[in-house]
């Protein structure tokens, strides 16, 4: 396991890695604005590693894995900034930018094993280390702790925490059946990311407004933000998911292909093969790669070399276009919001979301 980070490191590797650092913001209003930032997500990462805890021996263990193996924290950073709106970071925005991030991590659990990832956040998957049992059970012990703590927070944020959670679910029910008959691939696709994704991004922005005693007006804007650049961080997750620089994606390339799970460039490449060839004929080398993987008999060559031509086909170009749009429409939505560095660093997140590798 890797050990982790001292806490101010791992802050300000965060901040530096979304565009956020105080290098931003030229007044001094705009630079105290970022260290607030700062000491917030040093907050949140400080209590973080406590509100896990279990006095079970092993649950303590299996709860503290992926949590310990890092993490951007982007959810609680749109927490804080969106806070910044308000009162900024009290009490009640750190104890929900803590939940927002709990609930995350819960849901990483479950994901790994629908998809059966072996790698996540460069360390082996849980339930590569303890089974899947332990793995979902490892899930529901965090969405429980997380919701212990929004109760603390009162009936508004319970209801939240609850829709939020169906969202979840729902989104992982609608992927695992896929779309039914007649049901456009691309659009169930990008609905599965609005509810997976989009969902708790929403939420995390939403609350910072919440708790911050923010103008309610503002709930909408940075509620529609987050879900619309959760969509686009998942698009550009399926780029990175192809990546051969596995040391710092933390996932082997076409962990998600490998899983059987239809990204948009292979949705894409599924509508291009119908009067394309060559698209044709890399789909059949995937679809054939892919499932010899399923049953234990890929050539591991094969496959990486199939990513590869994945990665680098004309559907990537347009994946990424397509998270573009969704980044920019993000960004279109904070009209109604005062123009400052709250404005300026949640147009900065969007930007950085595209961009990065990841």
């Known amino acids: 396991m890797k050990p982790s980070l001292p806490l101010a490191r791992r802050s300000n590797t965060l ?22 930032i700062e000491k917030g997500l040093d907050q949140v990462e400080a209590g973080l590693l406590g509100e896990v805890q279990f006095a079970d021996e092993i649950a303590d263990v299996t709860t503290r894995y992926l949590l310990e193996a890092g993490g951007k924290r982007v959810r609680p950073v749109l927490t804080l900034l969106a806070a910044q709106l308000g009162t900024g970071n009290n009490d009640n925005v750190i ?4 939940a927002v991030e709990i609930t ?6 479950h994901d790994d094993v629908m998809d059966e990832a072996q790698m996540r956040r460069g360390v082996p998957s849980a339930q590569s280390v303890w089974g899947n049992s332990v793995a979902i059970l490892t899930g529901d ?39 039914r008959p007649g049901e456009d691939p691309v659009e169930h696709y990008l609905q599965v990311l609005a509810d997976k994704t989009g969902s708790l991004i929403a939420t995390a922005a939403e609350i910072g407004v919440l708790f911050s005693e923010a103008s309610e007006d503002y709930i909408v804007p940075v509620r529609t933000f987050g879900e ?3 969509v686009a961080f998942q698009l550009v997750d399926d780029i990175i998911d192809m990546s051969a620089e596995t040391d710092v994606t933390g996932k082997s390339a076409g962990t998600d292909l490998r899983a ?34 399923f049953y234990g008999e890929a050539d591991e060559a094969d496959l990486a070399a199939a990513v590869a031509e994945l990665r680098e086909h004309p559907v990537t170009a347009r994946t990424l276009d397509e998270a573009r749009r969704w980044a920019a429409d993000a960004v279109a939505a904070l009209a109604p919001l005062p123009e400052g560095p709250v404005k300026k660093a949640l147009t900065r997140f969007a930007e950085s979301i595209v961009e990065r590798s990841n």
């Open 260 to 293: 059987g799970v239809s990204t948009l460039p292979l949705l894409y490449l599924r509508e291009q093969a119908r009067t394309d060839q060559d698209a044709a004929d890399l789909l059949t080398r995937i679809e054939r790669d892919v499932n010899a993987a």
């Open 104 to 109: 995350h991590l819960a849901s990483l659990y």
């Open 15 to 36: 901040s530096s890695s979304l565009g956020l650092g105080e290098k931003l913001f030229a007044s001094s209003d705009e630079k105290k604005f970022a260290i607030a």
């Open 95 to 98: 104890k929900a930018a803590q």
């Open 141 to 179: 012990l965090l969405f429980a702790r997380a919701s212990k703590l929004v109760a603390g927070l009162g009936e508004r944020a319970l209801i939240l925490q609850a829709n939020t959670f169906e969202r979840l679910c729902l989104g992982q029910l609608h992927e695992t059946l896929g779309p």
């Open 228 to 230: 619309k650049i959760g």
